[in-house]
């Protein structure tokens, strides 16, 4: 099964919003609202920051925030910061294969 | 605090065989589900396995059936064992904890990575 589908890159100027989409199927993020986004900065592992879609893990502003609307869910970071700049990942519990990522988007806060 | 360390990593021929490690603490190991995921260099990330907290153990297709997973709870560890490398088994290979104890939830904690590299 293919990986979730991101676009390669987004940016945005300090202070502005920049949504990135995260395409899949009714195999997974149009039949299941477990849609998780991870944030990785350089050499670094994966850090949570959202689950269940929407859901923030304790410590991550509420600058990033999550969406869905059948095959198709986003991740939105408002008010950018130079420290936001990383790839970000989305993920998606899969009826086929358990889990399913997608392939990444970096994020350049220009 | 939750932490996870992974050990186990090195390089290995094609064809050859690898066990991972990962110590966990800060939480009730007994209590939980784990998985293993991998990074390709400069690629995305790929989920491995799961394992229940109980021995019930969930793999992806496309590790061909060449991967066992396991734990020992007496220790607090979780493992992964490689069979029939190849090359494109070369990755990072994190431990993670879900967030609850179902193991399909959002991983919550990694770990920071043991790599495998798989060539001749």
């Known amino acids: 099964q293919s990986a979730l589908t991101q676009p390669p890159s987004a940016s945005g100027s300090p202070g502005q919003s920049v949504t990135i989409s995260c395409t899949g199927s009714?195999?997974?993020?149009?039949?299941?609202?477990?849609v998780s986004w991870f944030q990785q900065l350089p050499d670094k592992a994966p850090k949570l920051i959202l689950f269940?879609?929407?859901k923030r893990p304790t410590g991550v502003p509420d600058r990033f925030s999550g969406s869905k609307s059948g095959q198709t869910a986003s991740l939105t970071v408002s008010g950018l910061r130079a420290e936001d700049e990383a790839v970000y990942y989305c993920?998606?519990?899969?009826?086929?294969?358990?889990?399913?990522f997608g392939n990444g988007t970096k994020v350049t806060v220009l | 605090d939750v932490q996870l360390l992974e050990s186990g990593g090195g390089s290995v021929q094609p064809g050859g065989s690898l066990t991972l490690s990962c110590v966990a603490s800060?939480?009730?190991?007994?209590?939980?589900?784990m998985a293993w995921v991998r990074q390709a260099p400069g690629r995305g990330l790929e989920w491995v396995s799961s394992?229940?907290?109980?021995?019930?153990?969930y793999y992806a297709d496309s590790m061909g059936g060449r991967f066992t997973i396991s734990r020992d709870t007496s220790k607090g560890m979780l493992f992964l064992h490689l069979n029939s490398l190849r090359a494109d088994d070369t990755a990072i290979y994190y431990c993670?904890?879900?967030?609850?104890?179902?193991?399909?939830?959002?991983?919550?904690?990694w770990g920071r990575g043991t790599l495998v590299t798989v060539s001749s």
């Open positions: 993670s904890k879900p967030r609850t104890n179902w193991p399909f939830d959002a991983f919550e904690t």
């Open positions: 800060g939480f009730t190991f007994d209590n939980h589900a």
């Open positions: 394992i229940s907290s109980g021995t019930i153990t």
């Open positions: 009714d195999s997974d993020i149009g039949s299941y609202s477990y």
């Open positions: 269940e879609v929407n």
């Open positions: 993920c998606s519990y899969a009826r086929v294969n358990n889990f399913l």
